[in-house]
């Protein structure tokens, strides 16, 4: 599926899903009523990993970012998409890293593009990460 055309939940105030549209649709609309997930890789040295953005991405292209995020897409939990994100994007499986969780945003009490879970993930290796996603990285 072309990533525009990912389909995501539509949640309500309350972050209940209240329906569905596609990813371009949401966008184009200024919508901040769907969910992400958002990820800090740091070292035992208390380094943080920051990769930059590829030149194809629709938002911030060639911009520095999050060590790893992504859209919660339709029927996944915010745990199943850093699953399927840090699959995708550094080539690392879940039960390989410890995971903490950092917060929770509500676009309606901060200023965040949607509801978002923040993780930090404890990692001593430099990710192996999507040549798609990323050009190069930072510790």
């Known amino acids: 599926m072309v990533q525009d055309d ?4 539509i949640v309500d105030e309350s972050d209940c899903v209240v329906g569905q549209k596609k990813r371009s649709e949401i966008y184009r609309q200024g ?10 890789v740091v070292n035992s040295l208390g ?8 030149a194809h ?8 970012d999050v060590s790893m995020g992504g859209h919660v ?13 840090l699959k995708e994007e550094l080539n690392l ?4 890293v410890n995971v903490r969780p950092l917060g929770y945003l509500i676009p309606y009490q901060y200023q ?7 993780y930090e993930i404890e990692l001593d290796l430099n990710p192996e990460y999507n040549k798609n996603d990323f050009i190069e990285s930072f510790w």
């Open 31 to 40: 919508l901040c009523n769907f969910r992400v997930v958002n990820a800090f």
């Open 93 to 96: 499986e879940l039960n390989m």
């Open 73 to 85: 897409e339709t029927g996944e939990t915010y745990e199943d998409a850093l699953q399927r994100e």
């Open 57 to 64: 991405k629709t938002i911030f292209p060639l911009c520095l």
């Open 6 to 9: 990912e389909i995501l939940d």
């Open 47 to 54: 380094q943080l990993w920051i990769p930059r953005r590829s």
């Open 112 to 118: 965040v593009s949607a509801f978002m879970k923040v």
